[in-house]
């Protein structure tokens, strides 16, 4: 492929050049529905916004208590009584399923 300037361009820039213009995209849709957002929430409904950090440092689980006390999400059988954590009943479907197609280890 010819350029602009009569350079060759190689198939990897082409798609250097793809990639990055989607990335603005991504960042310029981002940034409007923050926006968007923003003008709904705070300015209509009166609402304050805050800025911080997304990951919770490990001290604030220990002090808060979530690791010491950290709960698994259970489901209760109704008809037997008997209580299982989800992530084992998942587990054991997908076990069941994989036997199934032959495909477990």
């Excluded at 492929?1 to 603005?24: A, E, N, P």
């Excluded at 698994?72 to 008997?82: E, H, N, W, Y």
Aim: net charge positive; glycine share 6%; charged share 30%.
């Amino acid at each position: 492929m010819v350029g602009l300037l009569g350079s060759m361009i190689t198939d990897h820039q082409v798609l250097k050049c793809f990639v990055r213009f989607i990335m603005f995209k991504g960042c310029a849709i981002k940034t409007n529905v923050e926006q968007f957002w923003r003008e709904h929430f705070i300015l209509e409904e009166d609402m304050l916004e805050i800025c911080c950090t997304c990951l919770t440092p490990e001290i604030v689980l220990k002090t808060s208590g979530h690791v010491a006390k950290f709960e698994d999400l259970m489901v209760k059988d109704v008809k037997k009584g008997t209580h299982y954590r989800i992530d084992k009943l998942i587990e054991g479907v997908i076990e069941k399923k994989l036997k199934k197609k032959g495909l477990s280890e």
